[in-house]
């Protein structure tokens, strides 16, 4: 009984709510404050019938591994916005160049502190483990967001909330491998590789590629992290490799780069392929005049807004409302769809201003 | 070169330069004339090494896209000279090299001041940036190690917090962007036209730049007095050198120059991006500035060297990517290659001390 009971805790846990952040925004503007059903994965109109949830001066720490990465920006207006709902408090922090040890730190500080939760981009697979069982010890909630430890990790976070990189990896090598030409070479590149918010789509890039009828040759580029080297290097690859069929990127820099390239030489408009990640101004615009096939939005703003209501609700409710993974990525941005993401957004980061 | 003596037994004996005896040795008698050809001859081999592996090196469109990277690193690498020829350091350019370029696009976005107005500002900011780091330094005897890397990280944080770590998108004033770094260069274009100076014009401010920093260092008192600081600061003292007022001056030239290779990037990508700068930048230009001949101890340096070595990082940066060196290896080799290309460097320097008697 207590295993089956277990079991079903174990299932709610893990259960994968796709959803995108329009339609998640919706279904709360419909449910009163359905936010509490939304989390639990259940979605029922019980939720519309509470007089509200209580503000609570509950302090969370969100620990980054690039604090001053502007795709992080609509994330903290997601934290932002949850915490003025719910009267809530955070600190961001971190490291900003990706150095564990900083990041691991800020949780020891975040502990000693007693927060009331963190949520953390697991960007390593092992470093996090020990500071993650040491707060969920000491009743401190752990949610991974943007980056997650792999499968069979036995690392504690409750749930992850974000793209399951490798399988956003996988998708999007599937959706482009139907647009290269059979046997044609590509070029992937990676800003910054082995750590583990990007080497996972990378690793699903290569495995579409291997799993695919399509015989598609490769090289993959290291890009930097730094803009004006990303893109001097990759114009060097293409300069060097001019038959290439396909430029895509695994980040938000190196993806803009592969845009800038591309509208340099008219590559996508000779039918080259260009395609990446994320949603930087500039990407938008280059896939606005056609020099990018397509780019995908990961949703940032729900990887600040989910993790904050799940953290909350696991207080409020004293662990009995289990956080649970949420995939926020299934939007694919392309010409057809860019207009309703040119405008100035929060929820996009391009303007601080709320929406009326 | 060499003179005949006679000795106490009789037999003539050499001295001075040891004549070149072998076609290898004439070739170092060449080198030892000049404290770049070092660094030239590294550039050469590693020009040579990537046209052979990848015949398009040496295409106009990759020799624009090298040159501009080695305008970037040189920009900053001739600030770096200065400052360690008088035996200080900047760690905060790469920071100053993204809030010159933001301030600029502000002011002109926020207030519609023209691009020429407003970049002479950034540039501004940036030589404040370097008051600021050389008061810190001799005046509250911090050493400029320590003071540049608190301003690195208070400028990045400065930088990212003035809009939310959004790039911003810088407007284009035509003649402005296409004098100071836009790309007009096509590949339907011909070399020989404005089209394609264009395409050179962040490697040409930086070349302009070292022909007036070689002056200044090796032509003027100012510059007579950096070297002297930096060689033996006690003795430069002693005969009326203001040492401290000099290091201030040459923080000041390192900022601005700073601040000028950050308004040319921006304004070569119409976008200023707050971590556009970064330690990778700065690094990359410190070691441009060793690899090209300039003493981390102070005392002497190179404002060509520093080019060159610009080049070498540049080249490597782009040259590497070009022989399809797979990512997670790609750094091996160029840590590997700048740190072989320093040996051979400091090789050929030591035969060169060699050969005088």
């Excluded at chain 1, 960007?123 to 009743?139: E, L, S, V």
């Excluded at chain 1, 989910?306 to 010409?335: E, F, H, I, R, W």
């Amino acid at each position: 009984m207590d295993n089956d009971i277990q079991g079903e805790a174990e299932v709610a846990r893990h259960i994968s709510i796709d959803i995108s952040r329009r339609k998640a925004f919706s279904m709360v503007a419909k449910l009163g404050l359905g936010g509490a059903a939304w989390a639990g994965g259940l979605g029922t109109s019980l939720a519309a019938e509470a007089n509200g949830l209580p503000k609570k001066g509950y302090k969370f720490v969100f620990v980054n591994h690039v604090t001053s990465n502007e795709f992080f920006t609509p994330t903290i207006y997601g934290i932002q916005d949850a915490c003025a709902f719910f009267g809530c408090s955070y600190q961001w922090t971190g490291s900003q160049t990706s150095v564990v040890s900083e990041m691991v730190n800020a949780m020891q500080t975040a502990i000693a502190g007693k927060a009331d939760g963190i949520a953390v981009c697991l960007i390593d697979a092992t470093a996090f483990d020990a500071p993650t069982a040491k707060a969920i010890a000491a009743g401190i909630p752990v949610v991974a967001y943007n980056a997650d430890v792999p499968a069979k990790s036995p690392n504690k976070r409750l749930c992850y909330v974000g793209q399951p990189l490798y399988q956003s990896g996988y998708n999007i090598a599937t959706r482009w491998l139907k647009l290269v030409p059979k046997g044609g070479h590509v070029m992937l590149s990676i800003p910054s590789p082995g750590t583990l918010n990007l080497q996972p789509r990378l690793d699903g890039y290569i495995q579409a590629i291997k799993d695919a009828g399509n015989p598609v040759t490769y090289d993959v580029v290291n890009s930097s992290t730094e803009q004006p080297t990303e893109i001097s290097r990759i114009e060097s690859y293409y300069l060097s490799h001019k038959d290439v069929a396909g430029l895509f990127g695994t980040g938000g820099g190196d993806t803009y780069a592969c845009g800038f390239v591309s509208a340099k030489y008219g590559l996508a408009k000779k039918g080259v392929i260009v395609a990446g990640y994320d949603l930087y101004p500039q990407t938008l615009g280059y896939i606005h005049t056609g020099d990018m096939t397509f780019t995908t939005d990961q949703q940032p703003y729900l990887q600040g807004f989910v993790p904050l209501l799940q953290m909350y609700l696991y207080k409020l409710s004293g662990g009995a409302v289990a956080p649970a993974d949420t995939n926020t990525s299934l939007a694919y941005v392309t010409k057809d769809n860019v207009e309703l993401y040119l405008g100035k957004s929060r929820f996009e980061g391009s303007t601080s201003a709320e929406p009326t | 070169m060499a003179r005949m003596t006679a000795t106490s037994h009789g037999a003539p004996r050499k001295v001075g330069l040891r004549e070149a005896d072998t076609a290898l040795e004439r070739v170092l008698v060449l080198l030892s004339r000049y404290r770049e050809a070092s660094i030239a001859v590294v550039a050469l081999v590693l020009v040579v090494y990537f046209q052979l592996g990848n015949g398009a090196f040496l295409s106009s469109q990759e020799l624009s896209v090298v040159l501009r990277d080695t305008g970037r690193y040189g920009m900053i690498a001739v600030a770096e000279v200065m400052l360690m020829i008088t035996g200080e350091i900047d760690l905060s350019v790469g920071s100053t090299f993204s809030l010159a370029p933001y301030i600029m696009v502000l002011l002109s976005i926020s207030f519609g001041a023209p691009l020429a107005i407003s970049a002479p500002t950034g540039i501004l900011v940036g030589v404040m940036v370097g008051v600021i780091n050389g008061i810190i330094t001799v005046r509250f005897r911090v050493p400029s190690l320590i003071t540049t890397v608190g301003t690195f990280f208070l400028l990045q944080g400065v930088v990212v917090s003035i809009y939310n770590s959004q790039p911003i998108v810088a407007p284009v004033q035509e003649p402005f962007n296409e004098i100071f770094g836009e790309n007009l260069f096509g590949p339907a274009d011909p070399i020989w036209s404005w089209h394609g100076l264009t395409a050179f014009t962040p490697f040409l401010w930086t070349v302009l730049a070292v022909l007036v920093m070689q002056v200044v260092l090796n032509r003027t008192t100012f510059g007579l007095h950096t070297i002297a600081t930096g060689s033996n600061i006690i003795g430069a003292r002693e005969i009326g050198v203001r040492t401290d007022r000099i290091k201030v001056y040459n923080f000041m030239i390192a900022g601005g120059l700073a601040a000028a290779a950050g308004i040319v990037n921006t304004t070569q990508f119409a976008s200023a991006d707050p971590l556009a700068g970064g330690p990778f930048l700065t690094l990359q230009a410190i070691a441009a500035a060793v690899i090209g001949g300039t003493s981390l101890l102070g005392g002497s340096g190179t404002v060509i060297g520093a080019l060159l070595g610009a080049f070498v990082v540049a080249t490597l940066n782009n040259g590497l990517v070009m022989m399809g060196a797979q990512a997670t290896v790609s750094d091996i080799y160029l840590g590997a290659a700048i740190v072989l290309a320093m040996i051979l460097n400091v090789q050929v320097d030591r035969m060169r001390a060699r050969r005088r008697v």
